[in-house]
C-alpha cells in the first residue's frame, strides 16, 4: 500500500505545485515561482515542513508564527500552535472530502509537533542523512499507509 500512496502523493505534488501553479503563473505573470523548495534533500522534519508548500508555509509564518512571537510567546508554543492551525485546516479539508469528523488529518499534522522537537535535540548526535532517511522510511510506511487505512476503515 506504500508504494501507490507515494506515487499517488508525487503525481499530486507534480501536478499541482509544478504543472498547475507554474501554468497559472506563467498567464498571468506572477514573477515569484517559488512554490516549493528541495523538499526531498530535507534533513529533517522541521525542513521538509519549510520546503514542501512554500506559500503555505509562508502563510503561516506570518499569520500565526511571527506574531505570536512578538506578543513574547514561547518558540516551542509558537510552534506547537502553528501547526495546530495547520492541523485545523488540514482537518477541515478531509471533513470535506469524506464527509466525517474522524481527526486523522489532525492527528498525524500535530504529531510532527513532538518529532521535530526529537530531532532538533538529536541534530548533532545523528547524520544528516539518517535523518532523512528515517523521514522517508516512517513518511512511507507508517504516514500514508495509515491515514488511508484509517480512513477507508471508517466506511
Same mark, same amino acid.
Given at each position: 500500500?506504500? =508504494?501507490p500512496a507515494a506515487y499517488l502523493w508525487l503525481m499530486f505534488f507534480y501536478?499541482?505545485?509544478h504543472s498547475y501553479m507554474n501554468f497559472w503563473g506563467e498567464l498571468t505573470?506572477?514573477?515569484? %515561482?517559488?512554490?516549493?523548495?528541495?523538499?526531498?534533500?530535507?534533513?529533517?522534519?522541521?525542513?521538509?515542513?519549510?520546503?514542501?508548500?512554500?506559500?503555505?508555509?509562508?502563510?503561516?509564518? %506570518?499569520? =500565526?508564527?511571527?506574531?505570536? %512571537? %512578538?506578543?513574547?510567546?514561547?518558540?516551542?508554543?509558537?510552534?506547537?500552535?502553528?501547526?495546530?492551525?495547520?492541523?485545523?485546516?488540514?482537518?477541515?479539508?478531509?471533513?470535506?472530502?469524506?464527509?466525517?469528523?474522524?481527526?486523522?488529518?489532525?492527528?498525524?499534522?500535530?504529531?510532527?509537533?513532538?518529532?521535530? =522537537?526529537?530531532?532538533?535535540?538529536?541534530?548533532?548526535?545523528?547524520?544528516?542523512?539518517?535523518?532523512?532517511?528515517?523521514?522517508?522510511?516512517?513518511?512511507?510506511?507508517?504516514?500514508?499507509?495509515?491515514?488511508?487505512?484509517?480512513?477507508?476503515?471508517?466506511?
Amino acid at each position: 500500500m506504500s =508504494v501507490p500512496a507515494a506515487y499517488l502523493w508525487l503525481m499530486f505534488f507534480y501536478s499541482c505545485f509544478h504543472s498547475y501553479m507554474n501554468f497559472w503563473g506563467e498567464l498571468t505573470y506572477f514573477a515569484d %515561482r517559488r512554490f516549493y523548495h528541495d523538499w526531498w534533500n530535507a534533513g529533517d522534519l522541521s525542513e521538509y515542513w519549510r520546503k514542501w508548500n512554500f506559500p503555505i508555509h509562508s502563510f503561516l509564518m %506570518r499569520h =500565526v508564527y511571527y506574531p505570536l %512571537r %512578538r506578543r513574547n510567546t514561547h518558540k516551542a508554543l509558537s510552534l506547537f500552535l502553528t501547526f495546530f492551525t495547520s492541523a485545523v485546516a488540514h482537518e477541515y479539508i478531509m471533513i470535506g472530502i469524506i464527509r466525517d469528523v474522524n481527526f486523522i488529518a489532525f492527528t498525524i499534522m500535530i504529531i510532527n509537533v513532538p518529532i521535530m =522537537v526529537m530531532q532538533h535535540k538529536l541534530k548533532g548526535i545523528v547524520n544528516p542523512n539518517m535523518n532523512n532517511l528515517l523521514f522517508w522510511l516512517g513518511y512511507l510506511i507508517l504516514g500514508q499507509p495509515f491515514g488511508i487505512l484509517f480512513c477507508y476503515n471508517q466506511f
